[in-house]
Nanobody, 130 residues
Framework: QLQLVESGGGLVQPGGSLRLSCQAS????????IGWFRQAPGKEREGVSC????????NYADSVQGRFTISRDNAKNQAYLQMNSLKPEDTAVYYC???????????????????????WGQGTQVTVSS
């Protein structure tokens, strides 16, 4: 059974950093692209970043470009989102999602929509506040 579990969220002051992890089980992560998405209260879920199965292709939302870094360790069946220079507007529940890279979106060549990814974790809360 394919399962994704996020961890690493928490409360951080503006300008601080957090590293989110996404642990996969029940399948080989190396065959899937990983997307990070977030959903703030009252807002739609939005794409944050995506990394292809080999790690060779990544993309970022304009709002996080230069502050967030996505990575993966296929040997550990894990993916990560390093978040630096956090802002209050980054406050949201963050989700990782997995999908085979069969489309431009799920290959991370172009930004993906939540509907492009089929397997999801339960989310981890990130709160940026002083």
């Amino acid at each position: 059974q394919l399962q994704l579990v996020e961890s690493g969220g928490g409360l951080v002051q503006p300008g601080g950093s957090l590293r989110l992890s996404c642990q996969a089980s029940g399948f080989t992560l190396a065959a899937y692209s990983i997307g990070w998405f977030r959903q703030a209260p009252g807002k739609e879920r939005e794409g944050v970043s995506c990394i292809s199965s080999t790690g060779g292709t990544t993309n970022y939302a304009d709002s996080v470009q230069g502050r967030f870094t996505i990575s993966r360790d296929n040997a550990k069946n894990q993916a990560y989102l390093q978040m630096n220079s956090l802002k209050p507007e980054d406050t949201a529940v963050y989700y990782c999602a997995a999908e085979p890279g069969h489309t431009l979106q799920t290959s991370c060549i172009v930004p993906a929509r939540p509907s492009d990814f089929g397997s999801w974790g339960q989310g981890t809360q990130v709160t940026v506040s002083s």
